[in-house]
C-alpha cells in the first residue's frame, strides 16, 4: 500500500532529516531556494509539510546541500 500523506510518519521523518542535513551543512533556507531558482517560500512550505517534494525535487534539493539522495531517503 502506498503512503500519499504529506502528514505520514515516513514524510516527517523524510523532512525532519532534511531540514537538518540543510542546517547541519550551515545553509538557510534563502541559500538553497537561491541555487534552485525558487522563492525561499518554497523551502519553508516543504518544510513545515505544507507541499510534497517528488522525487525530482528531492534529487535537486539533496544535491544543493550536499548530501547523498541515498542517505536521507
Do not use: N, W
Not at 534563502?30 to 522563492?39: H, T
Amino acid at each position: 500500500m502506498a503512503v500519499k500523506s504529506i502528514h505520514s510518519d515516513e514524510y516527517q521523518e523524510l523532512i525532519a532529516r532534511l531540514i537538518k542535513a540543510r542546517k547541519s551543512k550551515k545553509l538557510t533556507q534563502e541559500q538553497v531556494a537561491e541555487k534552485l531558482d525558487k522563492p525561499q517560500s518554497y523551502i519553508a512550505k516543504y518544510e513545515k509539510c505544507e507541499r510534497r517534494l517528488d522525487v525530482i525535487e528531492l534529487k535537486a534539493i539533496c544535491k544543493i546541500i550536499g548530501i547523498k539522495f541515498q542517505d536521507i531517503v
